[in-house]
């Protein structure tokens, strides 16, 4: 049902809404890292974020929490998309993302813990296996300019048992990632924001943006407008219903998580099946997401929901690889909504005098979200 119209009072004009100097539309890790760095570069401009939903309602509250900047076979995949030269780059700045987001909110905070980042290779995956074991060397040499780690990637085999996963031949650490709690990272960066003076408006959807002479006209779906000097548009998955001509698709990943297991053996990230599927612990819970391969059109879609097919596939790798021989059962599932598109990088670009996009984060925004947010407010405001 789409919101009833009304007007404005004078007093909501004249308080809530009056001198605008900056909006941000959504309140994801990359709409508030815009936020803040709009404040930081103008400290007494009046910095506005305008969100839809009574929470942020897309990613950034309902992602895996991955501290990740890439996976061995991740990025020999990339680099045969789209050439080695795209590809460290991109690492980089994922890395100096999350150093940035730990700087920013503390590793307390976020309840980070620097576990490592794991892939699993099966036995019928063994030449992807061995082409990944033979990269190691060549990747650490490359890594190590970035992260400053001897030995950023390292074959951990001998960890198989200790995880307790069934059916898994290959195991690479990438002993620099880590994880963090998704929704302290959130509340985190709504308390810096509101600390940093700047307004936060939920329930609010935005439904077009139109120059006017020295800024922007927000229309809302209540029918009423808000005058701004500029604005930096951050809504990713759902970016096409404000920027049509950018290509961004959504993406719908859909996850669960058990209830509390009596001992939970695995610690860290692990990417499962060239990162289709991934899960953690958390909470002495699993956290599973993933599939989204088994229904590649049905998934690109930006309607929250999960489906029989990938709950049925999430079900049976949970029972046959991760916990096998347990019976845990299922806490709840949910889902979230990515934007992704040809390119695996972010756009950050002017889309008119008075408005930038900081759009199309793909599965790498907890890593890079922060620089993202911050780029789209310098682009705006330099
Ligand atoms: C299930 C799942 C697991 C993931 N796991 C990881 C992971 O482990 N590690 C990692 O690095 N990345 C992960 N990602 C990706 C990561 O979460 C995203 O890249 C990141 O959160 C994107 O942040 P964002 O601020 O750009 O977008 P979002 O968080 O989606 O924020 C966009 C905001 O815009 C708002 N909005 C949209 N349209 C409007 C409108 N018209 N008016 C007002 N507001 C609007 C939305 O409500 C939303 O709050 C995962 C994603 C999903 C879905």
Redesign the pocket.
Known sequence: MPPAKYHLSYWERQSFFRKIDIAV???????LSAALRARELEPSARVAV????PL?????????????FGSVSELLDDMDRQGEDQVWPLVERRWLGLQRLRRRLGDGRLRYEGLGGFELFRPEEQELASRCADAIPGFNRQARAITGLQETYRLANGRIPEFGLRGISQLICNTGEGQLHTGEMARGLQEKALEAGISIFNG????ALEERPGGVEIQTAFGWSIPAGGAII?????AR??LPELSVRPAR?Q?LITTPLPCCPLKGCFHYDRGYY?FRNIDNRILL?GGRHLDEAGETTDEFGTTQLIRNALLRLLKEVILPGQQIPIDSWW?????VGQQKSPIIRKVSPHVAAA?R???????I?TL??EEGAEMLLR
């Open positions: 539309i959504g309140s994801g890790i990359v709409g305008l969100e839809r939903g942020p309602l897309g990613a950034s509250t309902r992602n895996a929490g991955f501290a990740c609010l959807p935005v439904e951050a809504t990713n998955g759902f219903h404000l990943n996850v991934y997401g889902s979230g909504i990515m934007g759009v984060l793909g599965g790498m925004g907890v890593a979200g993202v947010g």
